[in-house]
């Protein structure tokens, strides 16, 4: 695929999955053999662990997530984002109740794909400054 074929894959992962909770993207999109390198420590690193951080820990506590892309890098079979993702804070996350504050999370992906499916991820999410958000 092209860079740009693989720039658009990504943009639909941001929007109809991350954004939208949308599991048919997913299933399509994300390899059998997908390996996320940066998964947190005790996470699968699998498919399965995305589905958890973003279906049973993101969005449970910031359901209105949404998200922008304001870079986006893509050569051969790599895309980097660097992005935002905007949220208030409506249920419990890492043991902080909610507190209904709106929240900016600092985000950068590189994301690696073979023949239009995700089958690697390496990421940041600034978690201390979206804790430091949550408690100040």
């Known amino acids: 695929m092209t860079t740009e074929q693989n720039k658009a894959l990504v943009r639909r992962v941001n929007k109809e999955f991350i954004e ?5 993207t997913f299933n399509e999109i994300f390899a059998d053999d997908f390996v996320n390198h940066t998964a947190p420590a005790g996470s699968p690193k699998n498919r399965d662990g995305v589905i958890y951080f ?13 998200v ?4 986006m890098v893509a050569e051969g079979e790599k895309v980097t984002t660097r992005k935002s993702f905007y949220a208030t804070h409506k249920g419990e996350f890492f043991g902080i109740k909610p ?5 900016v999370m600092e985000v950068i992906d590189i994301i690696e794909l073979r023949n239009g499916k995700y089958i690697g991820h390496w990421g940041i999410l600034d978690l201390h400054g979206l804790m430091a958000q949550l408690t100040s």
């Not at 973003?54 to 949404?66: I, V």
């Not at 922008?68 to 870079?71: R, V």
């Open 54 to 66: 973003f279906n049973h820990l993101l969005k449970p506590a910031f359901p209105d997530l949404k």
């Open 99 to 103: 507190t209904n504050k709106k929240v």
């Open 68 to 71: 922008e892309i304001h870079d």
């Open 20 to 24: 939208g909770g949308n599991m048919n």
